[in-house]
């Protein structure tokens, strides 16, 4: 476990995040009232608008830009187009995609303590070279529960085991894990685990009032990939893209997870954005490539940056069976404080091959081969023939609730010298509060004059954020609570507002406060928030 041994000090503290996300309402857990419900959590005031910066940002980046602007390896503009297609589908799509045989996790489940454990999540602990003997489990990452584990199997052996005698293995490496005696995490007694059984994590749900559960059986979509595939026909039919293009969207997947655990990183409800980007097989290595490289740069300009974000290619065993044939599959990862020194992933980026196009062709039998006619030999009249083919696709998948979870993880910054004792450095572009206009006191005429100032910012600047205004409680105090709220800059309206027409602007992570023209304000923050 010492490889996984958290440093304290470099550390944030989830606990400390968790507790700033409630006390100023980013993420709330969801029906609180009522005990809370394992999986789900609910955005409040800040954490929508941020999640919904966050969304913005990736569709004007990718969507309205195409890339941002930046030409594709074939020097031409990136095109991308957007759907929004439905959670509930027809269930042989799902058939097709292989999520129904194949989306399983193997889970273990504990006979003492009813709880139910991802297998791979599991490692199991034990005396080395004794494959039948005493085999205690832990969950990964988890100093708390190697500990236990430890004590357990000391206890059992009625002696201190030193580290050299301990084993570690994954649980699914056990083989016939029937053979071990397992100890579950939470267990009091030893072999109270069962061995791994497959668990489809998908949600079903009924069709119709007086649906038959099996044959009116339908799914909660668990990617929004799939919607994208289905429509590739008609998306080529109806519009004027030509491969390379992509397809992009944005919107709700929903997974079982067997252990929904560290905060909004792994739910049961969660948000996607992902783009199918379909080209021509002999491309696919050029567009994978760009797609990775511009994906990572990306996440760097949301303000994730240094040792914190990590681009990891995956091995080739790592990789799902169709992946294999394919030109690469990375992960875009971030070091959250629940994994330290650890990643967890953000985004994966796979070229998928042809495999989703060529199922849903085979088992819908309509043709999804696409027509280039700029490709093929060319003709006695100088036009190419023209090719028949399935596209490769390049696919950037991401996790919207992991990107502000990441966002936020990045931005909380602890600061004993400030009164909140903690800022929030979110990105600008990302902030949920643009701007906070005070009036130093409430009388003299400053508080008309700040209202008139945060209507005119609300006017130009309210699409992106909230403009707040605050007259309540001591200026220092006001500033604190932007600070928690990430909010960049603090616009002042004192005794000299009134006689020289000039605000105060404080700066949020500098804490500098200079004097600016009443005039000036607006000009200001449309440059600093890059609009
Ligand atoms: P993991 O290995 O963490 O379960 P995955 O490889 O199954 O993730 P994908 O199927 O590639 O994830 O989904 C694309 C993205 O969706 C992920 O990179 C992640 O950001 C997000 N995502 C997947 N599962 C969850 C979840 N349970 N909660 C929140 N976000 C998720």
């Known amino acids: 476990m010492a490889d996984n041994a958290t440093d304290a000090c470099d550390v944030k503290s989830m606990d400390d995040i968790m507790a700033l996300c409630k006390r100023r309402g980013f993420i709330y857990q969801a029906s ?40 594709g390896p074939d020097g031409k503009p990136v095109r991308i187009v957007p759907v929004d297609t439905c959670i509930i589908q027809n269930p042989k799509v799902w058939e097709a995609s292989g999520h129904v045989g194949g989306f399983n996790d193997p889970m273990v489940d504990c006979r003492e303590t009813k709880s ?28 708390a529960s190697y500990a236990s584990a430890r004590k357990k199997l000391d206890r059992y052996k009625k002696r201190a085991l030193s580290d050299a005698e301990i084993d570690t293995c994954a649980l699914t490496e056990l083989g016939n894990a029937e053979l071990a005696i397992t100890v579950g ?3 009091k007694e030893v072999g109270t685990l069962t061995p791994p059984r497959a668990f489809n994590l998908m949600f079903k749900t009924v069709l119709g009032a007086t649906g038959d559960a099996e044959i009116d059986k339908a799914y909660l979509r668990p990617e929004t990939a799939q919607g994208i595939f289905i429509n590739f026909k008609n998306v080529v039919d109806t519009t004027r893209v030509g491969v390379p293009f992509g397809i992009a969207q944005t919107g709700k997947a929903f997974r079982n997870e067997v252990t929904p655990r560290n905060f909004t990183f792994r739910s049961r ?27 990572m740069a990306w996440w760097e300009s949301m303000g994730l940056k ?45 070229d998928r091959t042809n495999f989703d196009l060529k199922q849903h062709q085979e088992h819908s039998k309509k043709k999804m081969e696409y027509h280039d006619t700029t490709r093929g030999e060319l003709l006695p009249n100088g036009q190419p023939k023209g090719e028949w083919y399935l596209p490769h696709v390049i696919e950037p998948s991401a996790g919207l609730d992991r990107g502000v979870l990441a966002v936020l993880c990045e931005a909380f910054t602890p600061d004993p010298e ?11 572009r990302l902030s949920p509060i643009k701007a906070g206009v005070f009036p130093l006191v409430k009388k003299d005429g400053m508080p008309e004059v700040a209202e008139k100032l945060r209507a005119e910012l609300h006017q130009r600047f309210g699409r992106l954020g909230a403009i707040e205004f605050d007259e309540k409680q001591s200026i220092g105090k006001r500033y604190a609570r932007m600070d928690e709220a990430g909010c960049p800059f603090c616009f002042t309206i004192d005794g000299d507002t009134m006689t020289d027409q000039t605000v105060t602007v404080r700066d949020r992570d500098t804490l500098s406060q200079e004097r600016m023209g009443l005039d000036k304000v607006g000009d200001f923050l449309a440059e600093k928030l890059g609009v």
């Open 32 to 71: 609180e009232i009522y005990g809370g419900v394992n999986g789900f959590w609910d955005y409040g005031p800040l954490g929508s608008q941020l999640k919904k910066n966050l969304r913005d940002a990736w569709w004007n980046d990718v969507v309205m830009l195409g890339c941002g602007g930046k030409p």
């Open 116 to 143: 139910r454990y991802r297998a791979d999540h599991l490692k199991c602990l034990g005396e080395k070279g004794d494959t039948e003997g005493q085999i205690y489990a832990y969950i990964e990452n988890d100093d």
């Open 185 to 187: 995490p939470d267990a």
């Open 269 to 295: 409800e969660f948000e996607q954005m992902e783009i199918e980007f379909f080209c021509h097989p002999d491309e696919a290595k050029a567009w994978y490539e760009f797609w990775r490289d511009w994906r």
């Open 306 to 350: 240094g040792e914190n974000l990590i681009l990891r290619e995956h091995d080739r065993d790592e990789l799902a069976h169709y992946a294999k044939e394919g030109a690469g599959t990375s992960d875009i990862e971030y070091r959250f404080p629940f994994t330290a020194p650890g990643y967890g992933e953000l985004e994966g980026i796979a």
């Open 418 to 428: 400030r009164p909140s004792g903690v800022v929030m450095k979110l990105h600008p």
